[in-house]
């Protein structure tokens, strides 16, 4: 295509919905399976010579990107597509923008390269058009999900970098991808590794170059002294070579050096000693990181005790003292609460070498979101490895970690950790007073996800939880459930409400106006499909208090209302 097709193209991509004439609305009633077959046809449309036949592939698209059912089944293909390096860069521009909307899905899986494949995505790095640059360089950033090609790409970027005719402009665009890729191999297994040994001569070489005073020139990320440094740190990233990168560094700051020297070898020694890392969450954001060497005291400015930990390991660290945590054991890896605040918790992270050292500096770099699914993971794992009850300062955490992670979680916890009353110490006020299980739910309610339904209704049936404690008495796990039905609706949803309208489950006990199960699920079902649950004989009976849930109770006023509403959805699901 000409050059100006991308100026053309985003015009185009821009205003695909706004023009009627080239609009096109794909069938509600087209699923994943029915529309797979036309993705990769629409694709090649949108890379077409033809105005209108781009457009009408756009606008297809877009429709269908606006259905939330396709979200995942699209952001899959657009996924596949895109690591694809031929791909024109008009093309990649709209699915990027596309992406964006979507859900996250988890990355495609890199299995075997067939040969050759590096040799030409490094030779394309260099071509002289930008979607073909970008493409190796997509396609490279995606070959690194594969743990044994990471040290490779760095390895092998590292090396075209070191080239000295490399063109400045060259040399950063390669900078940024070899960022990336040292970060996936840091963070990879070192069995994985096949690098060549480094002998004493050749640090010992790195060293002196870092030990020679600077001479008033700029700092250079291509000058000797720079590249020493990034020697040094790339074996000191080799955990059995420690010992001898320790070693010759003392030995050279033990004779005459420069000034200038030594604060740049001190820099390198900064990375050898054990150390940890206390991050502190709130509201679902990193709010403080605080760096720590394991066995040193560390008074911050204004701090009244010096934060100490004596002991760590990928398990459990040990504070002797801190300015916010008591002296005691905490668990590592996983999120704990923070001891005085109910929106915060804390994070421990154990870097005992200089290679995990630095492949936390890449790891605080990624998407926020991402890292605190992270740490919920992990968390929720542990919580489920420890068989036993929530405390009541941990039940508060949950709704501060990921609320996808949280859904996934808690139906598991349900079916494997059998309830418990809560006392009246733990409940704020006498409603509150349900059960552990029911205190989850009324989280679920506000903060859940559709990935808590299959477990949730597992529980429900296999009457895993207590009957509420307290008068009004709620019915917490239905109430979750609704609530989820009608915030966050996933594609089964109305089969689900129907089932459930033939039951006369009270929802609130110990009430006048009573809301049922069946009739409540009728009602979210009507108002889904925009009919009035008052003209099939449903009468509302209030919103419950928002904590527990938002949906509106219903209960039938007549003895034929629940077959009224089945006839209609009979007639409808046949439409």
């Known amino acids: 295509m000409q050059a100006c097709t991308l100026l053309l193209g985003c015009l185009i991509y821009g205003s695909v919905t706004l023009n009627p004439l080239w609009a096109v609305e794909p069938a509600a009633g087209n699923s994943p399976v029915e529309i797979r077959g036309q993705v990769s046809r629409l694709l090649k449309e949108l890379d077409s010579d033809r105005f209108d036949t781009r457009q009408r592939a756009a606008a297809t698209f877009e429709g269908w990107v606006a259905r939330p059912d396709l979200?995942?089944?699209?952001?899959?293909?657009?996924?596949?597509?895109?690591?694809?390096?031929?791909?024109?860069?008009?093309?990649?521009?709209?699915?990027?923008r596309w992406s964006r909307r979507l859900p996250e899905v988890a990355a495609i899986p890199v299995k075997e390269v067939p040969a050759g494949e590096l040799d030409r995505m490094f030779a394309e790095l260099d071509a002289d058009s930008y979607a073909a640059r970008l493409g190796a360089s997509r396609r490279l950033a995606w070959l690194l999900g594969n743990a044994t090609l990471a040290c490779t790409i760095t390895q092998r970027l590292k090396q075209r970098m070191a080239d000295p005719n490399l063109s400045p402009e060259s040399w950063r665009r390669l900078e940024s991808l070899w960022q990336q890729a040292r970060g996936a191999w840091l963070a990879s297994d070192p069995?994985?590794?096949?690098?060549?040994?480094?002998?004493?001569?050749?640090?010992?070489?790195?060293?002196?170059?870092?030990?020679?005073?600077?001479?008033?020139?700029?700092?250079?990320?291509r000058s000797p002294q720079a590249i020493a440094e990034q020697e040094l740190l790339d074996v000191l990233a080799r955990d059995d070579d420690l010992p001898r990168v320790k070693q010759i560094v003392q030995q050279r700051l033990a004779a005459p050096i420069d000034r200038e020297g030594a604060?740049?070898?001190?820099?390198?020694?900064?990375?050898?000693?054990?150390?940890?890392?206390?991050?502190?969450?709130?509201?679902?954001?990193?709010?403080?990181?605080?760096?720590?060497?394991?066995?040193?005291?560390?008074?911050?400015?204004?701090?009244?005790?010096?934060?100490?930990?004596?002991?760590?390991?990928?398990?459990?660290?040990?504070?002797?003292?801190?300015?916010?945590?008591?002296?005691?054991?905490?668990?590592?890896?996983?999120?704990?609460?923070?001891?005085?605040?109910?929106?915060?918790?804390?994070?421990?992270?154990?870097?005992?070498?200089?290679?995990?050292?630095?492949?936390?500096?890449?790891?605080?770099?990624?998407?926020?979101?991402?890292?605190?699914a992270e740490i919920s993971r992990r968390t929720f794992a542990w919580l489920l490895r420890e068989k036993r009850p929530l405390a009541e300062r941990e039940v508060t955490l949950l709704p501060q970690l990921d609320h996808r992670e949280l859904s996934r979680f808690a139906?598991?916890?349900?079916?494997?950790?059998?309830?418990?009353?809560?006392?009246?110490?733990?409940?704020?006020?006498?409603e509150n007073r349900t059960s552990r299980h029911g205190l989850i739910c009324t989280i679920l309610a506000?903060?859940?996800?559709?990935?808590?339904?299959?477990?949730?209704?597992?529980?429900?049936?296999?009457?895993?939880?207590?009957?509420?404690?307290?008068?009004?008495?709620?019915?917490?796990?239905?109430?979750?459930?609704?609530?989820?039905?009608q915030r966050d609706p996933w594609?089964?949803?109305?089969?689900?409400?129907?089932?459930?309208?033939?039951?006369?489950?009270?929802?609130?006990?110990?009430?006048?106006?009573?809301?049922?199960?069946?009739?409540?699920?009728?009602?979210?079902?009507?108002?889904?499909h925009h009919q009035s649950p008052t003209l099939f004989g449903l009468h509302s009976t209030g919103m419950p208090p928002e904590r527990?849930?938002?949906?509106?109770?219903?209960?039938?006023?007549?003895?034929?209302?629940?077959?009224?509403?089945?006839?209609?959805?009979?007639?409808?699901?046949?439409q």
């Open 491 to 528: 594609p089964e949803v109305d089969s689900w409400l129907v089932k459930r309208v033939s039951h006369n489950d009270v929802l609130i006990e110990g009430v006048d106006e009573k809301p049922e199960l069946g009739a409540t699920a009728a009602g979210l079902l009507l108002v889904r």
């Open 71 to 96: 979200g995942q089944f699209l952001a899959s293909e657009f996924q596949q597509a895109l690591v694809d390096p031929k791909l024109s860069f008009e093309v990649r521009w709209q699915l990027e």
């Open 446 to 485: 506000n903060f859940g996800t559709r990935d808590v339904i299959p477990d949730l209704t597992e529980a429900i049936a296999k009457r895993r939880f207590l009957p509420p404690a307290a008068t009004p008495g709620y019915r917490a796990a239905w109430w979750a459930a609704l609530s989820i039905a």
């Open 191 to 221: 069995a994985d590794w096949h690098l060549p040994p480094v002998t004493d001569a050749q640090i010992r070489l790195w060293v002196d170059e870092l030990a020679q005073p600077s001479e008033g020139k700029a700092a250079s990320p």
């Open 411 to 430: 139906g598991k916890y349900f079916l494997a950790i059998d309830d418990e009353p809560v006392s009246a110490a733990d409940a704020e006020e006498e």
């Open 548 to 574: 527990i849930s938002r949906v509106e109770g219903y209960r039938f006023a007549s003895a034929d209302a629940a077959a009224r509403v089945q006839r209609w959805w009979d007639e409808e699901s046949r």
């Open 263 to 372: 604060v740049r070898l001190k820099a390198i020694q900064r990375w050898m000693p054990p150390a940890m890392v206390a991050e502190c969450w709130q509201e679902h954001h990193q709010v403080t990181e605080q760096h720590l060497i394991v066995g040193e005291p560390s008074l911050a400015e204004n701090a009244q005790r010096p934060s100490y930990f004596d002991r760590i390991d990928d398990r459990v660290a040990h504070c002797v003292s801190g300015q916010t945590l008591q002296p005691g054991n905490y668990p590592v890896g996983v999120a704990f609460p923070h001891p005085t605040q109910d929106t915060a918790f804390f994070c421990l992270y154990n870097l005992p070498t200089p290679r995990r050292q630095m492949a936390y500096a890449y790891h605080v770099q990624t998407d926020e979101s991402k890292r605190l």
